[in-house]
């Protein structure tokens, strides 16, 4: 079984930083893409950042310069540094993988979501 734990989420003022990690663990061969979500109340999810095995990244345009996706192989971690908090960037974030597993095929895998609030 494979599980994605989020951490570092909480309130922050607008301006603020936060740092949120997600680790994956159980039975793991190798960890490929790797996302960060989020959905503010009454919309949808959405995609805020992908980064591949080979750190290739992508950000949406809302948080491009303010917000950065990185990742550790050998903890099978991805971060993302939320610098430059806006009220609008409340919202809970969700970690999701696509995990390649030690004894099947490989699946993809949604973390339980940490909730962000920018507020003074």
């Known amino acids: 079984q494979v599980q994605l734990v989020e951490s570092g989420g909480g309130l922050v003022q607008p301006g603020g930083s936060l740092r949120l990690s997600c680790a994956a663990s159980?039975?793991?061969?190798?960890?490929?893409?790797m996302h960060w979500y989020r959905q503010a109340p009454g919309k949808q999810r959405e995609l805020v950042a992908t980064i591949t095995q080979y750190d290739d990244t992508n950000l949406h345009d809302s948080v491009k310069g303010r917000f950065t996706i990185s990742r550790d192989n050998a903890k099978n971690t991805v971060y993302l540094q939320m610098n430059s908090l806006k009220p609008e960037d409340t919202a809970v974030y969700y970690c999701?993988?696509?995990?390649?597993?030690?004894?099947?095929?490989?699946?993809?895998?949604w973390g339980q979501g940490i909730q962000v609030t920018v507020s003074s």
């Open positions: 999701n993988a696509d995990i390649w597993l030690t004894n099947g095929p490989p699946r993809n895998y």
């Open positions: 159980g039975n793991i061969r190798s960890v490929s893409f």
